[in-house]
């Protein structure tokens, strides 16, 4: 149908800069999440592409076409808000009906597109209902159906289940997963939520700070996030980062630098750092990725593992546990399966392991280095953070 | 139990209140229906009268009556309706574009209402008369929708803040022109505003005396229905006074009957509504 483009996009509204210079394609056909804390002007940038808001500077593109200028009706597209916007004292059929009646249909196709939507949401039970009838989850879909019918070349979605309640949530994404696996239009969806954004994105695009931080595939962005931010923000809990020093090489002549932990049962060499790296860097981790052990079961203790003590261990969403932990002076969260954390004890000495190929380094501007770490004196390095 | 007799006084007390301001009113009307002999006399007779239309009959058979009484109608449904028009727009852009001043320029609309009529009857009439205005159908009914802005423009934009903006944003969004958001998507949903903002002023409107007096003069001739009409033969006549009270009352009290439910919203400018 048509990407989309924006280039130097700016807009501030009096002394906010809510948007810093962006730069970004939308994907054709695809679906995009923008997501990003409340403030990172993800909502901004939305109703820039919508129309809603005229940039301070930069422009937009649909396709070919530059749309900056062009007022939302002539930009054929489809919206979505955080609360359903529904019209009362009509039916749900005539709610999605309503914005086709100025274009140019037949009455059969009309009543066609109208019956096709209502298909593809599930909406079969209410068409002839009174909107005031419905809860909110429901008027959402119908907000969303009236949306879709027009079938417009690209559809926005601001929010859409943030205002729902739990159950109405579930059942919404679901029926978003497979509406947008279905259609054709590429489609941006605003949320802060990350388990909605993992689940209908076929690309996060992260923001934070009226920039774009990065943007790639769910599973991508979990496992190698570009910056700081990106580990922080994804996961629940975000990234566990402790700051360390690099020693000098080790003087077998491969270069790079070592690092030398009380995390790390061994001292790390880092190779392929790139050239200008700080000495200083900050060492990030999943609390998912930390393997955590009895400290009485040492068999097959990794040697990289370390003695360190359990704060407290509390069961969290699918039976998990989330582990406070401490080595030497630096806490930090720990995140196990069932089985792993019923073996462990309430509180005491356990021993703590990071797996290297897990690890990722920071630099002290919070930007990934692609740095591979190898126990010193070993064979082959391993990648940092390649799972 | 205690609350439940306490509750009993209060509403007795409340009756109370209420008939002895209604009292007044019930006087007139019953004056409507007796003699002239009857309605002045001593001791005053409530109930020990027998009823007679001869009064509401004679009125209706005055020369004109039918056509002053028609030009009431005219005046406050025009002039209402002229308000509302130009209110509701005016509304739809303060609530939506928020013009610098916004604030200020409602208190000052409003203020308009806060003045006392006979503080501005003469400077109003001069103004009119050096226009050309006075004693102009045109004119009184100009007059009628000022009368009638500020209140109808309070009452709606309170009922179009309560309209999500999104409404607005989702109708562009789906291809809708600004003037198809305004009439087609805003103005459905603030129907009770509507409602509301004409009963109120067509109630204000219909009960404005002293403008029409001095304004309207024989243009509009309400005025001089009464003054023709209360001195005959040297003396005030009751009876007309009172059958002419009773007809002009019935229409606000039936229309007061029928919105009750608008005229409460009204009152509280239709704020008290959540975000859609």
């Known amino acids: 149908m048509a990407d989309i483009r924006v280039e130097g996009l700016r807009k501030e509204f009096k002394d906010v800069v809510a948007l810093d210079d962006v730069t970004f394609a939308f994907a054709d056909s695809q679906v995009t999440c923008l997501l990003g804390p409340s403030g990172c002007g993800k909502t901004t940038l939305m109703r820039i592409i919508a129309g809603l808001e005229r940039p301070t500077g930069g422009e937009v593109y649909f396709g070919d076409q530059r749309v900056t200028h062009l007022p939302p009706r002539k930009r054929n597209i489809g919206m979505v808000f955080q609360y359903p916007v529904v019209y009362r004292g009509i039916s749900v059929a005539e709610n999605i009906e309503l914005p086709l009646k100025s274009e140019k249909l037949s009455k059969q196709e009309r009543a066609q597109r109208v019956e096709e939507v209502v298909h593809l949401l599930g909406l079969g039970a209410s068409v002839d209902k009174d909107i005031t009838q419905l809860d909110n989850g429901t008027r959402q879909k119908v907000a969303v159906a009236r949306a879709v019918a027009r079938q417009p ?106 690092l030398a932990s009380p995390l790390f049962g061994a001292p790390l060499r880092v190779g392929g750092l790139p050239p200008g790296a700080g000495r200083t860097v900050t060492v990030g981790i999943r609390p998912e990725h930390v393997r955590v052990a009895p400290a009485a079961g040492a068999d097959g203790r990794g040697p990289l593992a370390v003695e360190g003590e359990l704060l407290r261990k509390s069961i969290s969403i699918g ?19 069932p089985a792993v954390g019923e073996a462990l004890p309430a509180s005491g000495p356990v021993l703590v392991e990071l797996p290297l190929n897990r690890v990722a380094l920071f630099g002290t501007d919070g930007r990934r280095l692609d740095a591979t770490l190898t126990p010193a004196g070993a064979g082959l390095p391993v990648a940092a953070g390649t799972a | 139990m205690a609350t439940s007799w306490r509750q009993h006084l209060y509403h007795l007390l409340l009756w109370l209140i209420a008939l002895a301001f209604f009292a007044p009113v019930l006087w007139i009307f019953l004056g409507a229906f007796k003699t002239a002999g009857q309605l002045v006399s001593w001791p005053p007779r409530w109930v020990t009268f027998s009823p007679t239309f001869d009064n509401i009959r004679e009125v209706f058979a005055r020369e004109n009556f039918w056509s002053y009484f028609r030009m009431s109608f005219v005046l406050s449904i025009g002039s209402v309706l002229i308000a509302l028009v130009v209110s509701f727009l005016a509304a739809y852009c303060f609530s939506r574009y ?11 609309l409003l203020s308009v209402r806060m003045v006392p009529a006979p503080a501005v009857v003469v400077p109003v009439f001069l103004m009119y008369t050096a226009f050309g205005w006075a004693r102009t159908f045109t004119g009184m009914l100009l007059f009628y929708v000022m009368f009638s802005i500020p209140f109808s423009l309070w009452i709606l934009k309170g009922f179009l803040d ?73 003396s005030v006549d009751w009876s007309f006074i009172a059958s002419l009270s009773l007809i002009y009352t019935l229409p606000p009290i039936i229309a007061i009957f029928l919105f009750q439910k608008y005229l409460l919203v009204g009152m509280t400018f239709g704020t008290v509504r959540g975000e859609v």
């Open chain 1, 153 to 258: 070349r690209i559809i926005l979605f601001d929010e859409p289940i943030t205002n729902v309640d739990a159950e109405a949530k579930l059942q919404l994404k679901r029926a978003f997963k497979e509406l947008t696996r279905r259609l054709e239009q590429t489609i941006v969806y605003v949320t802060h939520d990350q388990t909605e954004a993992m689940t209908l994105a076929d690309q996060i695009a992260l923001m934070n700070e009226g920039r774009i931080a990065q943007c790639d595939a769910p599973r991508a962005l979990y496992n190698r996030p570009a910056d700081r931010f990106g580990g922080w923000f994804l996961g629940n809990p975000g990234m566990d980062f402790f700051d360390a020093e690099l020693g000098p090489g080790d003087g077998t002549g491969r270069g790079g630098a070592t």
């Open chain 2, 162 to 234: 309560g309209v999500s903006l999104r409404y607005d944003e989702t109708a562009l969004v789906n291809g809708g022109s600004r003037l198809h958001v305004i009439f087609r998507v805003v103005l459905p949903q603030v129907k009770p505003g509507l409602v509301a903002a004409a009963i109120f002023n067509l109630i204000f409107v219909w009960n404005e005396f002293l403008f029409n007096y001095v304004l309207g003069g024989e243009a509009t001739m309400i005025p001089v229905l009464l003054a023709v009409g209360v001195n005959s033969g040297g």
């Open chain 2, 98 to 108: 928020k013009p610098t001043g916004t604030n200020f320029l409602m208190f000052l």
């Open chain 1, 319 to 337: 039976r998990q546990y989330l582990l406070g932990l401490r080595v030497g002076d630096r806490t930090f969260k720990a995140k196990v399966a």
